[in-house]
């Protein structure tokens, strides 16, 4: 007796994937966009959104500067706002686009049909598969603790090798991505070294463009993480679409 289940499989479309730039208001959005596009090449589809200029719930002059359990609780009205507009306006998928995956659970409990992940959770799985253990760079010190309870709430603990913060904050990042790399760099081959990591996350979606650079110089997988959850989101709306599978409602 077949177990599998009895879907009938559409004509593949392209999804439509909404990317929430959470972190820096409409800074990044046209870099963030062009990053994507070049990688995707329209397929699947990716706009990159952010919130209003005048967020309705919080200010966007600091936000950037708070801690991530204090700025995700400033932003979770705008994020489920975001995530609502998106279901309504027709997307497959949505990612929140911050690597402390903020909001990840609120979104998916206030959306009916939108699949949604978010950075760390589509980059700390796919490391699973491609390696034993896995290391995060981080931005700062600061964001071990929070990225640390991040791994726990996904089970992950066996798999990460270690949480290393690189010294940068995150308005840094891109101002000198030489710099920046050079940073990844000297971390990166101590979680190599010394945590024995033999893939590395970049664990900020502001480190955008420095994989493939670094994993050349690394010699290990390296994880971009803006790339990680646009594709996970992807496979996740084909999972939806051509299996399935989807999220069961809490108050089912």
Do not use: W
Request: aromatic content about 8%; charged content about 25%.
């Amino acid at each position: 007796m077949s177990c599998l289940l009895n879907v009938e499989r559409k004509d593949p479309v392209s999804n439509r994937i909404m990317f929430l730039n959470i972190y820096r208001g409409r800074e990044f959005d046209e870099s963030f966009q062009r990053y994507i596009d070049s990688r995707f090449q329209g397929s699947p589809e990716v706009v990159v959104r952010s919130f209003d200029e005048e967020l309705r719930s919080s200010q966007p002059s600091y936000l950037h500067q708070l801690g991530p359990h204090r700025y995700e609780s400033l932003t979770l009205p705008d994020t489920l706002r975001m995530i609502v507009e998106s279901e309504s306006d027709g997307f497959d998928a949505a990612v929140i686009g911050c690597y402390c995956d903020p909001a990840l659970i609120e979104a998916r409990e206030v959306a009916d049909r939108l699949v949604i992940t978010a950075p760390a959770e589509a980059s700390m799985l796919l490391a699973t598969t491609m390696g034993q253990r896995f290391s995060t760079l981080v931005p700062t010190r600061e964001l071990v603790s929070p990225m640390a309870l991040t791994v726990t709430s996904y089970g992950l603990n066996e798999k990460c090798a270690s949480l290393r913060p690189i010294g940068m904050g995150v308005h840094e990042l891109q101002k000198d991505p030489q710099a920046t790399l050079a940073c990844l760099e000297q971390v990166g081959r101590q979680a190599i070294k010394e945590d024995y990591a033999d893939v590395i996350i970049l664990g900020c979606t502001d480190f955008f463009g420095m994989h493939a650079e670094l994993q050349s110089i690394l010699g290990r997988p390296v994880i971009d993480c803006v790339l990680a959850s646009v594709a996970f989101a992807d496979f996740l709306a084909d999972a939806k679409k051509n299996l399935g599978y989807g999220y069961m409602s809490v108050t089912a």
